[in-house]
């Protein structure tokens, strides 16, 4: 029992150890940015356990993912601006380009 009850504080410790490490991996990664605030509030909203047990390749592709998905949105929303009623006909062109830029940018 005492083994067991061991081992449990054992892979709690080792948890605790690895989520601190990868803490100080996204606060290291984001520090070396330009934008270090808003670095670690991106990987922030993304699932913890993704984010923590991530190494540095792993938070590149994690921030490649929001980048894509955010462009994507960013290309649906200029998409919508531009086909509403409230928008004024000069402006529609040019988000249609702005909606075609985000979608060529979210382009894999
Ligand atoms: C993109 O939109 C979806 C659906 O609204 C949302 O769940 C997701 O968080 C958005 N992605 C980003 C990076 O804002
Ligand atoms: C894209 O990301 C920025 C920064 O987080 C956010 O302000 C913006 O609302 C996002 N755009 C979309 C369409 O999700």
Do not use: W
Request: proline share 5%; glycine share 0%.
């Amino acid at each position: 029992m005492a083994s067991l009850s061991n081992s449990f504080f054992l892979l709690h410790l080792l948890l605790h150890l690895s989520s601190s490490l990868s803490t100080t991996l996204i606060e290291t990664t984001c520090k070396s940015t330009s934008y270090p605030d808003f670095c670690v509030a991106a990987i922030s909203s993304t699932s913890p356990q993704t984010s923590s047990t991530a190494d540095t390749r792993g938070l590149s592709s994690i921030f490649l993912s929001l980048a894509l998905s955010n462009a994507t949105n960013s290309s649906s929303y200029a998409t919508s601006l531009a086909a509403s009623s409230i928008t004024e006909e000069p402006i529609r062109p040019l988000l249609r380009a702005c909606s075609l830029k985000y979608a060529a940018a979210a382009m894999p």
